[in-house]
C-alpha cells in the first residue's frame, strides 16, 4: 500500500511563492501527480514527475526526489484565485490500476 | 471536445434505495476511475476500470456496492440499499491509454441520503 503526506493548511500572500510538500510510504513507485481543486469543484490535473527533478508548467513547478520520498509544488507569483485545496497523488505498488490521494493541503490566500 | 460528464449532478435519495450514477470518461479514453470524497476530506480510490473489464475494485465496499464500464454507453456506479454513510461527492477520473498518470476528473455527483 501507499499514503502520502501533505500539510493540511496553507496561508500565503497575494504575488508571494508558496511551496507544498508531499512525502510518501511505498513499496514500489511509479511517479507523483498534482492537482487542484477549489470548493465544491473537481479535481484539476497539474503536473506529473515521472522522474526526479524540476517540471515547470507556467507559474507553477514540480519536485521529485525519489531517494528522499518527497515531492512539492511550487506555486509562484500567487494570486487569490490560486486558494484551493492541492493534493499529491501516486500509483499503489503494482502500477497504475489504484491510484492514492494525499491528504490534501488547503490554500488560502490573502491580500 | 467535451469534458468526462457526469449524472446526476445531484441525488437525493431515501435510506434503502438505490442510486445510480453515471460516468461518460472524455472521448478516445479507455480507463475509467471512481472516488469517494467526504467533506473536508481527501478522495478515496474505489474501482478502476476498462471496457468491460474491472481491473481494480479494492477501493470499493463489498457488499451494496458494484461498478461497471460496458462496451456501449457510460460507467455506472450503483449503490443498494444506500445508507446515511453513503452521502458523499463521488467523481469520476478518466485517462488515455498512453498516459494513465494524467487523470481528467467530471464534475461530480453529491449523494444526499435522507
Known amino acids: 500500500g501507499q499514503s502520502l503526506e501533505q500539510p493540511s493548511e496553507v496561508t500565503a500572500v497575494e504575488g508571494a511563492i508558496v511551496q507544498i510538500n508531499c512525502t510518501y510510504q511505498?513499496?514500489?513507485?511509479?511517479?507523483l501527480s498534482w492537482y487542484q481543486q477549489h470548493d465544491g469543484g473537481a479535481p484539476t490535473f497539474l503536473s506529473y514527475?515521472?522522474?526526479?527533478g524540476l517540471e515547470e508548467t507556467g507559474r507553477f513547478s514540480s519536485f521529485l526526489s525519489r531517494s528522499d520520498s518527497y515531492g512539492y509544488l511550487l506555486l509562484q507569483e500567487l494570486q487569490m484565485k490560486d486558494s484551493a485545496s492541492y493534493f499529491c497523488?501516486?500509483?499503489?505498488?503494482?502500477?497504475?490500476?489504484?491510484?492514492?490521494f494525499g491528504t490534501g493541503t488547503k490554500l488560502q490566500v490573502i491580500p | 471536445n467535451a469534458g468526462v460528464m457526469q449524472n446526476p449532478r445531484h441525488l437525493v435519495r431515501r435510506r434503502g434505495q438505490e442510486a445510480r450514477l453515471r460516468c461518460s470518461p472524455m472521448?478516445?479514453?479507455?480507463?475509467v476511475y471512481w472516488y469517494r470524497q467526504l467533506p473536508e476530506e481527501g478522495l478515496k480510490f474505489m474501482v478502476y476500470?476498462?471496457?468491460?473489464?474491472?481491473?481494480?475494485e479494492s477501493g470499493m465496499p463489498k457488499e451494496r456496492f458494484s461498478a461497471e464500464f460496458p462496451k456501449e454507453g457510460p460507467s455506472i456506479l450503483r449503490i443498494q440499499q444506500v445508507v446515511r454513510g453513503d452521502s458523499a461527492a463521488y467523481f469520476c477520473?478518466?485517462?488515455?491509454?498512453?498516459?494513465?498518470?494524467?487523470?481528467?476528473f467530471g464534475p461530480g455527483t453529491r449523494l444526499t441520503v435522507t
Open positions: 477520473a478518466s485517462s488515455p491509454r498512453s498516459k494513465e498518470d494524467e487523470q481528467y
Open positions: 511505498t513499496s514500489g513507485f511509479y511517479g
Open positions: 514527475n515521472g522522474l526526479d
Open positions: 497523488a501516486g500509483p499503489d505498488s503494482g502500477g497504475y490500476q489504484k491510484v492514492t
Open positions: 472521448k478516445g479514453h479507455s480507463h
Open positions: 476500470l476498462q471496457k468491460e473489464n474491472i481491473i481494480d
